[in-house]
């Protein structure tokens, strides 16, 4: 899974600033993510900004007291160079819209349209990607919406909702308490594939009532067979629990609010997870026991039955692929010492 963060998308934008005409008037971000691309742009590089429907109305945004362009109060209609962007581009449609409404407003300029990831480098639809990132990915402003949920595990506690406070974590009333009345945090908009948390089977009806009453949609809920809490932290079950039926089931990703548990599922899973307190994609060790059986699990099966030396050298190519990506691949492949 390619995951990209808000920390990403400055940094590409960074990055690609020089590829930018240096005269560049107005930034307008194509709604909704790309206005989050344009808002740093515009930061980084001092511009003045906007969104498409409202540079189409004529509006710009004003900008605070910290900031002074020249020409602010300038109309839309008066900025020359102007730099429509989006956050990303699969196949062109949202750009394509974003074009026609700017030609069929009649407003006159020297117009540049940009992504800043795209599937490759190179789409029709844009004059500029700062980025590619290949499928599979998700990016930090909409892994709760996207269409790969369904093949995930997600955690609870931290990521649906915020986790229990001491006080409330009594494994008695005021634990049910929380139970019922969780704060929401992140709120999914596609059905998530498997919800995988530590909470005790016995919650499972107030569990299932909070998710209803969120309508929170999914496949599955597994939650921890102990009796009660002090069994789970003799145990330390956590990290192992989540990631035993990670490893066994057929999600691609996992979910998970903390980052050593995070680090901690990958490591026994063999298959990355995705920790929301710190918005980074903890990978196995591509060499440990569970990463080197979960890729041998995702060969195709005509490699696994080949026994040939040709076909050992294609697995291992294989393995090394659905391990590391192609880039990661790429990578490995150029550090490996070569005979003279």
Known sequence: ????????????????????????DLV?????????AATLVSLTANIPMTDLDS???G??????????????????????????IDDSIIGGTAMRDAREKVAASGIEGDFIFAAVFGLSLQHEETDI???????????????MHHMFLEQCCVDIDGVLCLDPTEEENDDGPAYEKFLAEARPLLGPTRKIGWLVT????????????????????????????????????????????KAEFYRKSDAILFIESEHEQAQRIAKLSGKP?????????????????????????????????????DGRKQAVKATARALLGERGYEALKNRVKRPA
């Not at 602010?72 to 020359?80: I, V």
């Not at 980025?131 to 892994?143: C, L, Y």
């Open 1 to 24: 899974m390619n995951y990209r963060s808000i920390s990403d998308m400055n940094d590409a934008i960074v990055r690609n600033l020089h590829r930018l005409p240096r005269d560049i």
């Open 273 to 309: 997870v995705l920790c929301v307190e710190t918005n980074v994609v903890s990978l196995p060790d591509p060499m440990s026991l569970p990463a080197l059986q979960q890729a041998a699990r995702n060969l195709p099966a005509r490699l696994r039955q080949i026994n040939s030396p």
């Open 129 to 143: 990607v700062f980025e590619a990132v290949p499928h599979p990915r998700m990016f930090q402003w909409n892994f």
């Open 59 to 84: 509006r710009i945004y004003t900008s605070g007291i910290t900031k002074r362009w020249a020409g602010l109060d300038r109309q839309a209609s008066e900025m020359r160079k102007i730099l429509v």
């Open 28 to 36: 307008v971000g194509v709604p909704r993510s790309g206005i989050l």
């Open 55 to 57: 540079f189409l109305a």
């Open 198 to 241: 530590s909470r005790l089977e016995k919650y499972r009806k107030l569990t299932e009532a909070w998710l209803a009453s969120r309508d929170i949609k999914y496949d599955h809920l597994i939650m921890l067979d102990l009796p009660n809490k002090a069994e789970r932290q003799r145990l330390g079950a956590h990290g192992s629990f």
